[in-house]
C-alpha cells in the first residue's frame, strides 16, 4: 500500500525542466548542484543543432562557427548523473545556420537545401529529401551510440515559415506523392495558390512523417521522445507542424509547448486552448521564457507562471533557458512551490 501511494505521488508530483545552450553556463559541477536543488529534475542541452552536434563527429565536419566542445558535453553528463537529473538531449532539426560552410555549400549544389517561394536557397535542409532525413537519423543514431540519454527532444520539426520549400526536389515528390500534376510551380501550390491546400497537406505529413522515423530511431533505445512545440496550432501547421496529430497517434510521449509569455494572465488565456486539443492525461509541459532576457519577467513572475501552468493542467513546465536571469529565479520558485506544497 506504501509503495501504492509512493507512486502515486511520484506520478502527480509536476517535473521541471531547464533548456541549456551549448557551452552554458561553464561550471556544471555547480549548475548541476544549483539546479538538483532548486527541484530541476530534467535537463535539455542542445547536443544536435541541425547538423551541427556539440561534439565532434564522425559523420560532418566539425563547424567554425559552432565548435565542437566535447568537454561541455561530458559535463553535463557527468554532473546531472551524480545528481540524479536527467538529461534529454534537444535536438534541433533542419535548420543548418550552424553548419559547417563547406559542407552546407555541397548540400546546396546537390539541391538539398530548402527554396522559398520566392527563389532564395535558404540554409534549412529540405525535409522531404530523404537523403537529408538519412543524414539527421544517422546523427541521432551516432549520438545516442556515444552517449547515455533519458531523452530526446526534437526542436524544429517543421519548415520555417509558410513559404517553403519550393525546391526541385519537392516538386518532383509532390506529383510522384499525390499522382497531382502542378501546371505552373511554385505559384499553384502557393499559400493562395489553386493547390496551395493540398500543398498544405502533403507539407505536414512529410514533417510528421520524418518525426516517426525520428521517434522510432529514439524509442528502439527505450528512452523518451519529445517534441518542442510552436504555441499557436494554426501557426504550427502553417509551418508543417501538426501537434495535435502527433500526441494523438502517440508518436512521441511529451510535448512541450514554447509559452514564453510576459505575463500570467496571457499564459492563463492561451493554456486551456492548447490543452484542450490534446488527448486527456496526454504528458503536456509548459514551456517558459523565465530566462528570455528580452521578456523581462522577475523571479516572483516566473513562479507565478509555474503556478498558473500547473493550475492550468500542465503535468510540469520548462525553462528557457539556463542563465543568470533563470538560476535567481529557480531558488525563488522553489520557495513558492514548497509554500503551496505545505
Ligand atoms: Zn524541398
Not at 543524414?135 to 526534437?154: C, I, K, P, S, Y
Not at 498544405?200 to 518525426?211: D, K, S
Request: hydrophobic fraction near 40%; charged fraction near 20%.
Amino acid at each position: 500500500m506504501i509503495q501504492l501511494v509512493l507512486a502515486i505521488l511520484a506520478i502527480s508530483e509536476p517535473i521541471q525542466g531547464v533548456w541549456v545552450a551549448k557551452g552554458y553556463p561553464g561550471d556544471w559541477e555547480e549548475a548541476a548542484s544549483a539546479l538538483q536543488n532548486a527541484g530541476v529534475d530534467h535537463v535539455l542541452p542542445c547536443f544536435l543543432y541541425g547538423i551541427t552536434p556539440a561534439y565532434l563527429s564522425g559523420i560532418v565536419p566539425e563547424s567554425g562557427d559552432f565548435a565542437a566542445d566535447p568537454e561541455w558535453v561530458e559535463s553535463v553528463l557527468t554532473e546531472c548523473g551524480l545528481r540524479g537529473i536527467e538529461v534529454h538531449a534537444w535536438v534541433v532539426l533542419w535548420k543548418s545556420t550552424n553548419a559547417d560552410s563547406s559542407l552546407l555549400d555541397s548540400l546546396a549544389r546537390a539541391g538539398r537545401l530548402q527554396v522559398s517561394l520566392e527563389g532564395d536557397t535558404l540554409p534549412w535542409l529540405c525535409p522531404t529529401d530523404p537523403a537529408n532525413l538519412d543524414l539527421e537519423t544517422a546523427l541521432v543514431e551516432e549520438m545516442l551510440e556515444r552517449f547515455h540519454l533519458d531523452g530526446v527532444q526534437f526542436d524544429y520539426i517543421r519548415f520555417p515559415n509558410g513559404n517553403t520549400c519550393y525546391c526541385e526536389g519537392c516538386r518532383a515528390r509532390f506529383q510522384e506523392q499525390t499522382g497531382l500534376a502542378v501546371g505552373t510551380w511554385p505559384s499553384d501550390v502557393s499559400p493562395t495558390g489553386c493547390q496551395g491546400d493540398r500543398f498544405a497537406v502533403w507539407r505536414v505529413g512529410r514533417i510528421t512523417h520524418a518525426l516517426a522515423v525520428l521517434s522510432e530511431t529514439v524509442r528502439t533505445r527505450g528512452i523518451q521522445v519529445s517534441a518542442a512545440v510552436l504555441p499557436d496550432y494554426r501557426d504550427a501547421l502553417g509551418c508543417g507542424q501538426d501537434w495535435v496529430d502527433w500526441s494523438r497517434s502517440g508518436i512521441v510521449d511529451r510535448i512541450y509547448l514554447m509559452n514564453y509569455f510576459r505575463t500570467t494572465p496571457e499564459l492563463e488565456e492561451t493554456l486551456p486552448g492548447q490543452i484542450s486539443l490534446l488527448p486527456r492525461g496526454f504528458f503536456t509541459i509548459c514551456g517558459l521564457g523565465s530566462g528570455i532576457g528580452s521578456l523581462g519577467i522577475s523571479s516572483v513572475e516566473a513562479a507565478s507562471q509555474v503556478e498558473a501552468a500547473l493550475r492550468g493542467g500542465a503535468r510540469g513546465v520548462c525553462h528557457f533557458h539556463l542563465n543568470g536571469t533563470l538560476l535567481q529565479a529557480l531558488p525563488v520558485i522553489q520557495g513558492h512551490r514548497s509554500g503551496r506544497v505545505q
